[in-house]
């Protein structure tokens, strides 16, 4: 569905990516991890737009997409949950989800009472102003207003960063569910339980190259490639 090849990032004078390709299947949820600092979050926002390549090709459904504007690469169907999470906090829980709605042509897919029903702790603050809630609520409001424009792939940024133990594992199982139900994951993830919970495969960047792509179960299982990639 989604293919990354040679792609080479840089800020001002510095490069931050060096060739980094990968593809993610459709179906399948792919993790990419690594340090602080790797390239991760970069990555992501060269996927959605939000920086614009040096070099390389992304391509969504065999289509170019490289360099196109964030919005038009939403309406192809990428939703983006970014590490900060962008909320409107100014704006109540319904008027952020109503930002994001995004109709599917057959009238099914996700609406505000879907999600109300995937997050029922939002539905109680619904009329509540975004930016007086929770850090664990804002998370789910991100990923629920993400889900209103119905994404065919769901690109997610350190979605467990920040996050109480309890959210977090609620959040887990949540992305989990998604990808049951056939949904298309991208996400960076320095959470090694998080990752493996929800991720087929995993590329491992280190110092804006890719070190290593393999099944995140064996990453997951190699204390070396851990220690090497992963560990402060």
């Given at each position: 569905m989604l293919s990354v090849d040679g792609l080479c990032v840089r800020y001002g004078r510095a490069r931050v990516l060096f060739d980094v390709g990968f593809g993610v299947p459709e179906g399948r949820a792919v993790a990419l991890m690594g340090r602080n600092g790797a390239g991760k979050s970069t990555t992501l926002k060269a996927v959605m737009g939000l920086v614009t390549p040096?070099?390389?090709?992304?391509?969504?459904?065999?289509?170019?997409?490289?360099?196109?504007?964030?919005?038009?690469?939403?309406?192809?169907?990428?939703?983006?949950v970014p590490e900060d999470r962008r909320i409107f906090p100014d704006m109540s829980v319904a008027e952020n989800l109503a930002?994001?709605?995004?109709?599917r042509a057959d009238g099914a897919g996700w609406d505000e009472a879907r999600v109300f029903e995937l997050f029922p702790e939002l539905k109680g603050l619904r009329d509540r102003r975004a930016?007086?809630?929770?850090?664990?609520?804002?998370?789910?409001?991100?990923?629920?207003?993400?889900?209103?424009?119905?994404?065919?792939?769901?690109?997610?940024?350190?979605?467990?960063?920040?996050?109480?133990?309890?959210?977090?594992?609620?959040m887990r199982e949540t992305v989990a569910d998604l990808k049951a139900e056939g949904l298309t994951l991208l996400l960076a993830e320095q959470n090694l339980g998080f990752a493996r919970a929800v991720a087929d495969d995993a590329v491992v960047l280190h110092k804006g190259h890719v070190a290593e792509t393999t099944r995140m179960a064996a990453l997951a299982d190699d204390p070396e490639l851990r220690r090497q990639y992963l560990a402060v």
């Open positions: 040096e070099r390389g090709s992304i391509t969504f459904d065999g289509a170019e997409i490289t360099g196109l504007p964030p919005a038009r690469i939403a309406r192809l169907g990428l939703g983006y930002v994001g709605r995004r109709s930016g007086t809630t929770s850090g664990g609520e804002q998370q789910m409001l991100a990923l629920a207003r993400t889900l209103m424009g119905n994404p065919r792939l769901l690109v997610l940024d350190e979605p467990s960063e920040g996050l109480a133990p309890k959210v977090v594992a609620r």
